[in-house]
């Protein structure tokens, strides 16, 4: 994660009205959330982050990761080279609530 990095089974954010722009990581421009970790963003604005590999501005992995978008976000203009521009989860759980931009 450029930004943020959340990981373990007690690690818990919640990110309200928060921006990531131009972030840049190996995976997960703006955060990167696995093993177990739990991430909500609310009102916050991604844009033009980059992965040089997957999730260009987001990425959760491991069974027990969770993110949630929980309205107000847009992600604008993030980039991966391999998959995913704005989000790749991999066996994380994703909860979509209210209204999220995706361009």
Known sequence: ??????TGIRGR???KG???????ALEGG???VSAGAELTL???????NAAAQ????????????KLMLAGGNE?????ALNGGGALVRTA??????????FR
Not at 18 to 24: G, H, I, N, P, Y
Not at 54 to 65: I, N, P, Q, R, V
Not at 75 to 79: A, M
């Open 54 to 65: 997957d999730g260009g501005a987001l990425l959760g992995e491991g069974s027990s990761t």
């Open 18 to 24: 928060v921006q990531f722009v131009r972030c840049s």
């Open 42 to 48: 609310s009102s916050c604005l991604l844009k033009e």
């Open 75 to 79: 992600l604008v203009e993030n980039e």
């Open 92 to 101: 994380a759980a994703l909860e979509l609530v209210g209204s999220n931009s």
């Open 30 to 32: 703006a955060a990167a």
């Open 13 to 15: 954010g919640t990110l």
């Open 1 to 6: 994660g450029g930004a943020l990095f959340l």
